[in-house]
């Protein structure tokens, strides 16, 4: 699909869309693949409304499909959190500051997990680096079947200048990508 084309599906539709790229998993049956197995489902966090709505897709995936564990990481960008706090401004970027920011990352991503994907075995993991690289990284290294992402929907400017963790992952990871979108319509598998 050419960027232009998925850049207006992922950004115009109020349903969440899967953009499907990278290896299948599954059986063969005839000509056609159909997907059975889903071992291990990623999903990512920010720990925002969105991340949440992507949890909730992903538990009802890994119930469905029985999967063995849900892998929920989080990826910090240490020097971009650091500016963005204000304390760095007025200290620097201590040794000291830089651990208290890990610790409430990893506190935070625990308490995500506890409310959002309880009742499915769970493997969590605090990242840091690019969020997109290491997102792909460790679908590579944990040999993950599915991501499910959420994306905040940017568009113009914003897009732009930020670019989507999602549509990069979407570009980059070697398994199948669904792609969770803010919408008004809530995920139901028959």
């Known amino acids: ?44 966090t920010d720990f925002s409304d969105h991340s949440e709505r992507a949890a909730a897709y992903a538990v009802e995936l890994a119930r469905r499909y029985q999967a063995e564990e849900v892998h929920c990481v989080h990826v910090s960008d240490i020097p971009a959190d650091l500016l963005a706090t204000s304390a760095y401004y007025m200290t620097g970027p201590s040794e000291q500051f830089v651990e208290q920011v890990r ?30 690289v290491e997102i792909v990284r460790y679908v590579r290294e944990n040999n993950i079947d599915l991501v499910v992402i959420s994306t905040h929907g940017r568009s113009g400017i914003k897009h732009a200048l930020f670019g989507s963790v999602a549509e990069k992952v979407v570009r980059k990871a070697p398994c199948p990508v669904l792609v969770v979108k803010r919408g008004e319509r809530d995920f139901v598998l028959p």
Request: aromatic share 6%; no cysteine.
């Open 103 to 132: 610790a409430e990352g990893r506190k935070s991503l625990e308490s995500f997990v506890q409310k959002h994907l309880a009742g499915v075995p769970v493997r969590t993991a605090f990242l840091e680096g690019r969020p997109f």
């Open 1 to 44: 699909m050419p960027l232009s084309l998925r850049h207006f599906v992922t950004s115009s539709l109020f349903h969440p869309v899967a953009l499907l790229r990278g290896r299948s998993t599954g059986i063969q049956r005839g000509r056609r693949r159909a997907v059975t197995q889903l071992k291990r489902i990623l999903v990512p």
